[in-house]
């Protein structure tokens, strides 16, 4: 009888975390979808204009200088199709991650701090000025340096995304013995300590107020936090609700 017990409550377990994956499955192909369609859409609605201002060039309904106006077409045409790419690259590393063939290949001599300058010229027309606070000119990192550099964009891209425009982002890289550490640190509303237990769950979004309108599958903080332990390293962060974040990553030197 205990036996059988012990069995019953294993199989309502299991069927409960099948429920469980099963919804969040579900969840993720809605949000995935919806994702995906909003740039298409985009992409498909700025092509379109810009077809119709093709034709009429051709027609000598306008002309080239006319038509020189029209150059924000294709910036946001860029723009969408770079998003698209990002979020395709997402749910390929994703799968990989799922499938135990997410590696990290190509490590080499890094410097990180050329690679966090190089990270942070990306965001000189934000609404943000970003200060870089460190000692050194150079620290070598055996590393995959495009995937640092992803999980830079992903601090620095949510530390700008989440924060009021205008109010500064620090990043800050120190070093000791045995490792780096890089700090993103903004001045946005902050996440609840209960927030923070999940933070680098897979699909796992902050729900507030002051973020419902930005948009993401929950997926770049989980892919960042891999990285980073593939690389054997650390990552965790500091936050208070009203008092902004700070996310740190760390990094073993090169011997």
């Given at each position: ?69 029209e150059a924000h077409i294709l910036d946001m045409i860029v723009h969408q199709s770079r998003r698209l790419n990002h979020l395709i690259e997402e749910m390929v590393d994703i799968t990989r991650i799922r499938s135990e063939q997410f590696e990290i290949k190509h490590k080499e001599n890094v410097n990180i701090i050329q690679l966090v300058q190089h990270v942070l010229e990306q965001y000189i027309d934000s609404k943000h000025e970003i200060n870089l606070i460190t000692r050194d000119d ?118």
């Open positions: 009888i205990v036996v059988s017990a012990i069995d019953i409550t294993k199989q309502v377990q299991a069927r409960q975390e099948l429920i469980q994956l099963n919804r969040l499955k579900d969840e993720f192909l809605s949000l995935a979808s919806h994702e995906l369609r909003t740039p298409l859409t985009s992409i498909m609605g700025h092509s379109e204009l810009l077809q119709r201002a093709l034709k009429r060039l051709d027609n000598g309904e306008v002309s080239k200088a006319d038509f020189s106006q150079e620290i070598i990192v055996n590393s995959d340096e495009g995937r640092i550099e992803q999980v830079l964009n992903n601090l620095v891209g949510n530390a700008v995304k989440y924060s009021p425009a205008g109010k500064p982002i620090e990043v800050r890289v120190e070093r000791d013995k045995h490792e780096v550490t890089i700090a993103v640190r903004d001045e946005g509303v902050g996440i609840s300590e209960e927030q923070q237990r999940h933070i680098f769950e897979r699909f796992y979004r902050v729900h507030n107020d002051a973020n419902a309108a930005i948009e993401g599958l929950g997926l770049g903080l989980y892919i960042a936090h891999e990285i980073v332990v593939r690389h054997g390293g650390r990552m965790w962060l500091e936050s208070k609700p009203g008092k902004g974040s700070a996310f740190y990553f760390s990094l073993p030197l090169s011997m």
